[in-house]
């Protein structure tokens, strides 16, 4: 059962050590078939190194497995939650990737400092609040895809032109139209987390890129008059 989507999940899952996003198992990829209303979400706890296609594990959007010898990951809550809510998207990442994880930790959402960011996401990347004792103890992860969604509507963020997201005291998540471009945000955030965190070593009282180049460089690789590329 979605032997190719299976296959493309594995791959992206891989990617994750390859870039340097995980240490040991903290981390996973899921994609869905908006057709069939399937995902494939990465196994719970199953080392890298041993990790085969065939270990992917198919769900469906009521949080039931309907194929896989293992559980799926811890996480498959937060990931079935932001493929009801973001309509749009493919693919879901959460890792624990350091630069990003320790803007989380420290609740702060990451400003715009310039072009790499903006080429990617459009304005800061948000930190959402913590979840609350009552939020945790009854449906935890659930609660977290709960939390990112009903944010990003109470801000008026548009979840396609900002991809990604950090929880307080937890780590990113990110989404793009398959897998593999969520991974894709997801290396993204964490280079964006690296710089920005230096670049305010650099300069303390540094100010956000101005609004002008972020538009120039948001919109030149997104939207109808996007020229970037080929």
């Known amino acids: 059962m979605l032997e190719e989507l299976k296959q493309q999940v594995f791959e992206a899952n891989m990617l994750l050590p390859k870039y340097g996003l995980v240490t040991f198992t903290w981390g996973n990829v899921s994609a869905i078939d908006r057709e069939s209303g399937l995902f494939v979400i990465k196994p719970s706890g199953v080392p890298y190194e041993t990790m085969t296609a065939e270990?992917?594990?198919?769900?469906?959007?009521?949080?039931?497995?309907?194929?896989?010898k293992y559980k799926?990951?811890?996480?498959?809550?937060?990931?079935?939650?932001?493929?009801?809510?973001?309509?749009?998207?493919g693919g879901v990442v959460h890792t624990h990737s350091s630069y990003a994880t320790s803007w989380a930790q420290s609740g702060r959402s990451i400003p715009c400092y310039g072009t790499t960011h903006a080429d990617y996401y459009y304005g800061a990347?948000?930190?959402?609040?913590?979840?609350?004792?009552?939020?945790?103890?009854?449906?935890?992860?659930?609660?977290?895809?709960?939390?990112?969604?009903?944010?990003?509507?109470?801000?008026?963020?548009?979840?396609?032109?900002?991809?990604?997201?950090?929880?307080?005291?937890?780590?990113?998540?990110?989404?793009?139209?398959?897998?593999?471009?969520?991974?894709?945000?997801?290396?993204?955030?964490?280079?964006?987390?690296k710089m920005a965190y230096r670049t305010e070593i650099i300069n303390k009282n540094v100010l956000p890129a101005p609004s002008e180049l972020q538009d120039k460089h948001y919109f030149r690789k997104h939207g109808k008059n996007a020229y970037y590329g080929q």
């Not at 009552?134 to 548009?158: P, V």
């Open 72 to 89: 799926p990951s811890s996480d498959t809550p937060t990931h079935l939650i932001l493929y009801k809510r973001f309509p749009n998207i």
């Open 125 to 193: 990347i948000p930190c959402v609040r913590c979840l609350n004792k009552q939020e945790i103890e009854s449906d935890y992860e659930t609660n977290t895809g709960i939390l990112i969604a009903d944010s990003f509507d109470a801000e008026k963020i548009d979840y396609e032109a900002v991809p990604g997201v950090l929880c307080k005291n937890h780590g990113p998540f990110t989404w793009g139209k398959d897998a593999h471009e969520a991974v894709h945000n997801a290396v993204v955030l964490e280079e964006v987390a």
């Open 55 to 68: 270990d992917m594990v198919v769900m469906d959007l009521d949080g039931n497995r309907v194929e896989g």
